[in-house]
């Protein structure tokens, strides 16, 4: 909705913009025409003026210069001068139906407009009056009159009347931007519809038909993608997880047997050697089946969550615990730093418990002379998010590594390869937290020395201590 607000105010402003500018060009243009054709040649005016000056009087007669007497004939114009006892005294040109005695009325009515359908103009002379005329309807003479308050009053009359063209420019464009937002609105949802990968379909008509079709088709497309994607990936899980269940019970029999003779004391000592290896490498087979196969539950979202009110501080103090009873290397020291006990999230314990276990695996696989690891709980800077950090001071993982080391290993995405281990630790560690919307983020150390692995949660309930 607020995209069609947007493309309706741009809309709107734009016709606004437009409108003005046409406007003043419009204003502008009529202007310089009406001024290039009005001083294409001597105004009536200024021909009547000259007229009068330029004639010169020799005896009873009266003659023209020659420039004068081309102007008038340019302009088809003739000319005369009536005496002060009315009658004509001169004439130059003089049509034979334009009289030769004039009263006073019927000079009053000629000055001002037309003599005998004539257009003429007239100027003072030192023995009667000039008159110019042209031909009959070559020029319009009308006489305007206006008020001074009224004169006084235009430029505030001008400033209204631009006032009301652009107001009723923006009623016009909101008419026509509110038709055209009305067909453009379902084609905006349909294309977010897309791409919440939602199925759209739009009424195909009117003028947007031709893009309402390829939405249409678009949506038609990408549904039965999402559909085969769905089938494929749902059939990868299903594989994955028949072929974890039926490798489990011959491997159970394997560790089993091998076990039994591992602990046989009848046995030679190479053969029950041999038994330990057998047994050791049933196990790693084990951990590998199950992580695959947890992976990819969680890839496709297929892992069901057991969720509950959770203290990450509880299950660091546990996944400590757990690595020192069960006798860790010398090499390694595990130290907790937790300052944020009353703090609780909504998780599956078990997995947030491998989670914390794959991190601490981690340093311990990638730092075989040992290192230092520390758990740690925080807040972020806005106290919106949960931290749980584990971090070492080994020899960490190069920072364009970083990048990619949390795709699955061998797939497209995933550039570097697995040195140590089968490579599904890290990734199932940010499967497990993105299933409990959270994010998991990778930092190396100064000089690339250590690592620090921070698993991001949303915080559900805080201070809450049941």
């Known amino acids: 909705m607020e995209g069609v607000i947007r493309i309706l105010r741009r809309f709107v402003a734009a016709t606004i913009i437009i409108s003005i500018f046409l406007l003043i060009f419009n204003l502008v243009m009529l202007c310089v025409l009406v001024f290039t054709e009005n001083n294409q040649s001597p105004s009536p005016e200024n021909v009547v003026k000259q007229v009068a000056q330029s004639m010169d009087k020799q005896g009873d007669s009266y003659r023209l210069n020659e420039n004068t007497a081309e102007l008038l004939q340019h302009n088809n114009a003739w000319a005369m001068l ?54 009959k309807k070559s020029h319009w003479r009308y006489q305007l009159d206006y008020l001074s308050d009224w004169l006084e009053s235009l430029p ?71 559909d085969a994607l769905k089938a494929r990936d749902e059939a990868r899980s299903n594989w994955i997880a028949g072929i974890s269940h ?141 931290h749980f950090i584990v971090t070492d001071n080994g020899q960490g993982i190069p920072n364009e590594q970083l990048k990619n080391i949390t795709e699955l290993p061998y797939s497209p995405k995933r550039k570097g390869t697995i040195k140590q281990g089968h490579g599904l630790g890290l990734p199932m560690v940010a499967r497990i937290v993105q299933a409990h919307h959270g994010r998991l983020i990778l930092e190396s150390g100064v000089d690339q020395k250590g690592l620090t692995a921070v698993m991001e949660f949303p915080i559900r309930h805080q201070n809450d201590e049941h």
């Open 82 to 135: 009536i005496g002060e006892d009315g009658n004509v005294q001169w004439d130059y040109h003089l049509p034979n139906d334009v009289p030769q005695s004039y009263n006073l009325v019927e000079v009053a009515k000629f000055s001002r407009y037309y003599l005998m359908e004539y257009p003429v103009y007239a100027w003072e002379h030192e023995d009667g009056l000039i008159v110019v005329g042209y031909p």
């Open 156 to 226: 505030l009359r001008l400033i209204l009347l631009l006032i009301s063209n652009v107001i009723l420019a923006l009623l016009i464009s909101i008419m026509i931007g509110t038709r055209l937002i009305r067909k453009i609105r379902p084609l905006v949802d349909g294309v977010h519809s897309l791409a919440k990968e939602e199925a759209v379909q739009l009424d195909a008509d009117g003028i947007f038909d031709d893009l309402a079709q390829s939405i249409n088709s678009t949506s038609t497309m990408l549904q039965n993608k999402t």
């Open 246 to 386: 039926d490798i489990r019970t011959p491997l159970s029999l394997v560790l089993g047997y091998a076990s039994e003779m591992e602990e046989n004391s009848d046995l030679p000592d190479e053969q029950r050697h041999q038994a330990s290896i057998i047994r050791r490498q049933g196990e790693k087979l084990r951990s590998l089946v199950s992580d695959l196969n947890l992976v990819s539950m969680l890839e496709y979202e297929m892992q069901p969550l057991h969720l509950k009110n959770i203290r990450l501080s509880v299950l660091a103090r546990q996944v400590t615990t757990d690595f020192l009873n069960n006798g860790i290397d010398d090499r390694y020291t595990i130290d907790l730093k937790l300052t944020t006990e009353p703090i609780h999230i909504i998780g599956d314990e078990k997995l947030l418990l491998r989670a914390i276990n794959n991190l601490v695996l981690n340093s311990m696989h990638h730092n075989p002379e040992g290192c230092e690891i520390i758990l740690e709980t925080a807040l972020s800077e806005e106290g919106s998010k949960y």
